[in-house]
């Protein structure tokens, strides 16, 4: 039976098993992925992220060739690869930073490959912040069916290099009370399915220029979670779609692990969206690999 070394950390309580491979020799199956993150049997987590030289993976050749020496190898508790993880670039790099491998100063960024393209991570305030690149609203109403929402919501499509619906909540109340163990339904369903978010905007929604709201996830191939980075960019866009163009740039979101911050920016290939917030690694050890 194969042991590796891993680390274990979280971004708000968003939690990955982090397996060091700069090589590119370990073959996870997606029932490693499931058993290691595992929180009665494994060591327990919403993901895995595998630390590879992009050079070393075949998916990893066009990050490689433009400079992105590492590739976020990101894997969901049920072992199923995903595009991007908001939460989990910010815990990468600061892994990278913390064992040496990267160097990060100032206001320097450092370019990782992931399924969705390379992201650029640099310091900031309150941890981490990551471009998670251009970001785009999706066309067609999709309706959102939860257990308890007495009848079904529209959700507003947001991709941020992975794809999200997005659901007004009217009150604090009706947000608790939404039971997250059970799927959401969605109607059309996506083709590659899709993160499921609830927001409740804060009343007033806008506070010295920074838009606030709270939000609970259900992630693909997950289920429920503390947090999700990408999903609370997703959150932000849709909440500032509905509120047309005097909508701030810049959100402050809460979800039931912290708080995050995003803000937009316009480049010279659309509105970009940014996201921050802290990195903690927590342990680290040795795990036998399931056979």
Known sequence: MATIAFTKGHGTGNDFVIVPDPDGEIDLRDEQVAALCDRRFGIGADGTLRVVRSAALPEGADAAASGAEWFMDYRNADGSAAEMCGNGIRVFVKYLVESGLIELSGDAAVRIGTRAGIKAVTRAENGFEADLGVWRSTEGEVLVRAKGLSVARPGQGIDVGNPHVVVAISSDEEL??????????????????????????????????????????????????????????????????????????????????????????????????????????VYSGQVALAS
Do not use: K
């Open 176 to 281: 608790e009370s939404l039971d997250l163990t059970v799927l959401p339904l969605l109607d059309p369903p996506p083709r590659e399915g899709a993160n499921v978010e609830f927001v409740v905007p804060a009343d007033p929604l806008v506070h010295d220029g920074v838009g606030s709201i709270r939000m609970r996830v259900f992630e693909r191939g997950v289920g429920e979670t503390l947090s999700c980075g990408t999903g609370v960019a997703a959150s932000a866009l849709a909440v500032r779609f509905w509120a047309g163009r005097a909508a701030p740039d810049r959100w402050t979101v809460h979800v039931p692990g912290g708080t995050l911050g995003v803000r937009v920016e316009t480049n010279a290939d659309g509105e970009h969206v940014l996201l921050s917030g802290p990195a903690t690694l």
